[in-house]
């Protein structure tokens, strides 16, 4: 059960993921035992993920991409299929004109072009998709691990 207190500390992470527990306590005015417990408590449970996040705009090689998919079966029939392909970086089930938003990120338009044609509609299920390259990000920040395996995808291109 999250309450006030883990709130905050993910409030306090949220600003910066360094923050070190006895800062926290001190902010919150708890013991540092109680920080590291219940910080232990979220990332066991699964509630809390720390982790590094790049800026793309200090990376302006990174392409984001949105993709609105439209399926013929049910989206738990292909979406495993299409969350796993390496330049994901989120995917969601949605309500509206498409059964499923993918968000990628390449480098390149023939890498983009890869992925719509060789891979997307390549699996079972998908229709139809629709492409939006996002002009300037306005604040989504990228797991730094997916832009590792984005560099490392670049590489193997070359």
């Known amino acids: ?9 993910f409030r306090l992470l949220g600003e910066n993921g360094r923050m070190s527990n006895s800062e926290i306590s001190r902010q919150l005015d ?25 800026d793309t705009k200090s990376f302006p090689e990174i392409f984001i991409v949105v993709v609105g998919i439209i399926l013929n079966i049910l989206p738990e029939e292909c979406v495993d299929t299409i969350s796993s392909h390496p330049n994901v970086l989120f995917s ?16 390149s338009r023939e890498m983009l072009s890869d992925i719509i044609e060789n891979h997307l509609h390549s699996i079972h299920g998908v229709s139809h998709t629709e492409t939006y390259v996002v002009l300037k990000n306005l604040g989504m920040p990228i797991n730094a691990e997916n832009y590792y395996k984005l560099l490392m995808l670049s590489n193997d291109n070359e």
Do not use: C, H
Not at 2 to 9: F, K, L
């Open 30 to 54: 708890i013991s540092e035992a109680t920080v590291r417990q219940r910080i232990k408590r979220l990332i066991d449970s699964g509630a809390l993920k720390i982790s590094a996040q790049i």
């Open 92 to 107: 969601f089930t949605v309500t509206g004109r498409y059964d499923l938003i993918a968000v990628y990120a390449v480098n």
């Open 1 to 9: 059960m999250i309450d006030p207190v883990d709130t905050e500390i």
